[in-house]
């Protein structure tokens, strides 16, 4: 009798050892699918620059990315649904059919983005399976806008009362494959310039940011190189500043970008290595804000707007432009581990 029962203790701790390795490989498995998700590299390379989980309730231009999720999705929401109300917002934002409101009123309706629908698909599909990163400030102001119990049974992963995704948090840059590296240095400048220069648009408006970009985009994109320890300049084949004036190679990877882009392609970084230095290219594409001051003078650039070009910039050519299209590189270089 006594041996049976040491035989039922030992069956129990076993079943419940292997028990416990299967959550964890689960677990696991289950973080390595959120962070191999295609969706989830396009969206914090699309969508961070405006909808950054680490900026500031009060220093934001955009809502946060999980805002637009808790928006978008509820317990009867299915995943093709909210694809497709991803994809018809990208391609024609409106504050007609806008469901965030708020977020309209105080930002404005966002710029048109000339994603492939393909793109939009991947991200949203991740969105819709995983958790994705929040602000620390989000949880306590969304119950103070919506009401600790609204959104209650709310669709956070795969299928109602499933266990949530988890992601990492951070990652390490000396880690990453060089082209995500050097796409990780471009977008972090990117944030910092946007953040700035859009906040500049939506507080001043367009003549205070043209005074932004002539006197701090220089200044910040330094800054960020210095800490980020690498070579950062944007450089396009129709400068507005001469020092932006692509070279040789520079205007080859411009023409890339934009085949690729006209053949309705994914834009991966251009990686070129030498034996102790890495340089990551990737396209500077436009928006309808750009076109406030990179657009058609006669449609698109105000008249005092126009004059103030002139007067800063004689030599621009950085003019003409429509919604999509290449404007120029990224230039991104640093030494090698």
């Known amino acids: 009798m006594k041996r049976s029962f040491i035989i039922i203790i030992l069956s129990v701790f076993i079943f419940s050892c292997n028990d416990s390795k299967d959550k964890n490989i689960s677990s696991f498995d289950k973080q390595l699918e959120a962070n191999n998700h295609p969706g989830k590299k396009l969206m914090e390379t699309n969508c961070y620059v405006c909808h950054s989980p680490t900026a500031s309730h009060d220093d934001r231009i955009g809502p946060p990315m999980i805002a637009i999720k808790k928006h978008y999705i509820d317990e009867k ?115 910092v310039l946007g953040k700035n220069l859009m906040g500049t648009i939506q507080k001043e408006g367009t003549l205070a940011a043209l005074n932004f970009c002539n006197e701090r985009a220089y200044p910040l994109t330094d800054s960020m190189a210095v800490v980020l320890n690498a070579s950062i300049k944007r450089v396009s084949d129709k400068p507005r500043n001469q020092k932006n004036k692509a070279n040789t190679s520079e205007l080859k990877h411009i023409e890339t970008f934009k085949t690729q882009l006209a053949n309705k392609q994914e834009m991966h970084p251009i990686v070129n290595e030498t034996n102790d230095e890495v340089t990551v290219y990737y396209p500077i594409t436009t928006n309808s804000m750009c076109l406030q001051c990179h657009g058609k003078p006669e449609a698109n650039i105000k008249p005092e707007v126009l004059k103030t070009l002139t007067l800063l910039y004689p030599e621009d050519k950085a003019k003409g432009y429509t919604e999509n299209q290449v404007r120029g590189i990224w230039n991104v270089s640093f030494k090698k581990d």
């Open 77 to 191: 929401t299915t995943k093709k649904e909210f694809i497709v109300s991803m994809q018809s917002w990208i391609k024609n934002p409106n504050e007609a059919d806008a469901k965030m409101r708020g977020a309209v009123k105080r930002f404005g309706v966002m710029p048109k983005q000339g994603y492939p629908e393909e793109t939009i698909a991947k991200i949203a599909d991740y969105m819709f399976d995983f958790d994705i990163d929040k602000p620390e400030w989000f949880d306590e102001h969304f119950n103070e806008e919506h009401g600790k119990n609204h959104g209650k049974g709310m669709r956070h992963g795969k299928g109602k009362g499933k266990r949530k995704h988890k992601e990492q948090a951070n990652t390490n840059l000396e880690d990453l494959p060089y082209g995500e590296r050097g796409l990780k240095y471009a977008l972090s400048t990117k944030a």
